[in-house]
C-alpha cells in the first residue's frame, strides 16, 4: 500500500519560483513511475511531469524550460521545482504514483495542492 504526501503550494508573484514535494510511504519499491498533473476547475486534468523508476523524465508542452521534476530516493521523495511562473500556471496539483502503466486503475494519487499565481 502507497500513500503520497504533498506540501509546497502557496500563492507566489508571476516569474517566481515554488516547489513542490511529494512524499510516498508504504510499498515504495512497487511504483514505476511518479509525476504530477495539475487540474483547473471546469477543464480535465493536465499532465505535467513524470519521472520513471530510471530517472527518465517527461514534460508537458505548457511546462517545459520551466519546471524540473526530481526524485530523491533516500527520501522516496519526488520533487516539481517550478519556475519562471505565470499566472496560467495556477491550479491544484497533484502527485501520482504509477503502479502499472497498464493498469491506471492502480494509481495512487494524492490529495492535490493549490498553486496560485498572481499578476
Known amino acids: 500500500q502507497v500513500q503520497l504526501v504533498e506540501s509546497g503550494g502557496g500563492l507566489v508573484q508571476a516569474g517566481g519560483s515554488l516547489r513542490l514535494s511529494c512524499a510516498a510511504s508504504g510499498s515504495t519499491v512497487s511504483i514505476n513511475a511518479m509525476g504530477w498533473y495539475r487540474q483547473v476547475p471546469g477543464k480535465h486534468r493536465e499532465s505535467v511531469a513524470a519521472i520513471s523508476s530510471g530517472g527518465t523524465t517527461n514534460y508537458g508542452d505548457s511546462v517545459k524550460g520551466r519546471f524540473t521534476i526530481s526524485r530523491d530516493n533516500a527520501k522516496n521523495t519526488v520533487y516539481l521545482q517550478m519556475n519562471s511562473l505565470k499566472p496560467e500556471d495556477t491550479a491544484v496539483y497533484y502527485c501520482?504514483?504509477?503502479?502499472?502503466?497498464?493498469?491506471?486503475?492502480?494509481?495512487?494519487w494524492g490529495q492535490g495542492t493549490q498553486v496560485t499565481v498572481s499578476s
Open positions: 501520482v504514483a504509477i503502479m502499472d502503466v497498464d493498469f491506471p486503475e492502480y494509481d495512487v
